[in-house]
């Protein structure tokens, strides 16, 4: 990711690698994006590095590859972005638009979390930790989002959706991500301030020329 990327109007980051995917429709008219859900996700099951996960969220995903595939088979799911275990970013649905990815689900009062989020998902399982580049990736992410948008709150599937989904589970080390977007900040606002500076401070004056006798 670049260290100052971009956003498009629709919500694409520059920069990274884009695989567009069908499953995702409009937005209310008038609403605002202001939560962040963090799934996990593996496929075939346990594994990881494979072409699964985006066969999935662009319904390639062919039934014979492997027996689980078949129980997902015409499943129409996504999520606007992907972090790999080597922190390999995918990007599937703009920002803009409304991604499948948190179902059913409610957070403070209100329906149909996706309406009003962003979906990251993690490759990943519950049983095994995530990486240390994917905690780095996402803070990293988790700020590019908050910059353009009205980010307020950041839950995991499980509190949107619970006793009905896990992820991101019991191996992600929320504490590590909330350190990890604070020191984001903190560089951030070093980064402005000494932009602010550069642009402020004064060019040296030019030294007259004494006139000779």
């Known amino acids: 990711m670049p260290i100052r ?19 995702h429709d409009e937005r209310p008219a008038g609403g605002v994006i202001d939560l962040v859900v963090i799934h996990y996700v593996s496929l075939p099951p346990g594994e990881f590095g494979g072409p699964g996960i985006i066969q999935h969220f662009t319904n390639r995903l062919d039934p014979r590859a492997h027996p689980f595939y078949d129980s997902i088979a015409g499943v ?3 999520a606007h972005f992907l972090v ?27 329906m149909r979390c996706n309406d009003f989020s962003i979906g990251i998902e993690l490759e990943g399982t519950g049983e095994v930790p995530f990486t240390a580049v994917q905690y780095r990736r996402l803070a990293a992410l988790t ?20 006793g009905r989904k896990t992820d991101p589970g019991p191996y992600f080390d929320w504490a590590r991500y909330r350190a990890l ?9 070093a980064a402005k301030k000494s932009k602010t500076r550069l642009r402020t401070a004064k060019a040296p004056g030019r030294r007259r020329k004494s006139k000779k006798n």
């Open 143 to 162: 700020r590019v989002l908050q910059a353009r948008y009205a980010i307020r709150d950041i839950a995991g599937h499980s509190d949107v959706a619970p």
């Open 5 to 23: 990327p971009r956003i498009s109007e629709e919500g694409v980051i520059e920069g990274i690698r884009y695989v567009p995917s069908p499953n």
């Open 76 to 78: 129409k799911v996504s």
């Open 84 to 110: 790999r275990r080597d922190g390999g970013l995918i990007q599937f649905v703009p920002c803009a638009k409304r991604a499948w990815h948190a179902g059913e689900s409610s957070w403070k009062g209100r």
């Open 181 to 189: 977007l604070k020191i984001s900040r903190q560089d951030a606002k």
